[in-house]
């Protein structure tokens, strides 16, 4: 059964970290692009970074550029999104998403369940 399942969320302090994990079964990770997205309440569903299959290329929003690193072990079949200097303005679900090309929400077929970031002091 094809899943992507995501954990490391929680409750941090403003300027911590927290590494978020995309665990995928089903299908093998690396041959995708797998992007992280991020749901605030009343907000829409944004793109946060992206990694492509094969080279690895990355991609991040402006927004997390010099904060947020994104990763791949193809060995775990998994996806990383390492968060530091966290900001109240990260506080949002965020997901992980499979796709052929880091592109549009459109393009990413399956999608994890979610998991909550709450940056608060």
């Known amino acids: 059964q094809l899943q992507l399942v995501e954990s490391g969320g929680g409750l941090v302090q403003p300027g911590g970290s927290l590494r978020l994990s995309c665990a995928a079964s089903?299908?093998?990770?690396?041959?995708?692009?797998i992007g992280w997205f991020r749901q605030a309440p009343g907000k829409e569903r944004e793109g946060v970074s992206c990694?492509?299959?094969?080279?690895?290329?990355?991609y991040y929003a402006d927004s997390v550029k010099g904060r947020f690193t994104i990763s791949r072990d193809n060995a775990k079949n998994t996806v990383y999104l390492q968060m530091n200097n966290l900001k109240p303005e990260d506080t949002a679900v965020y997901y992980c998403?499979?796709?052929?090309?880091?592109?549009?929400?459109?393009?990413?077929?399956?999608w994890g369940q979610g998991t909550q970031v709450t940056v608060s002091s």
């Open positions: 998403a499979r796709a052929v090309y880091c592109a549009g929400l459109r393009e990413y077929d399956y």
């Open positions: 089903g299908f093998a990770l690396g041959a995708y692009a």
């Open positions: 990694i492509t299959s094969g080279d690895g290329h990355k």
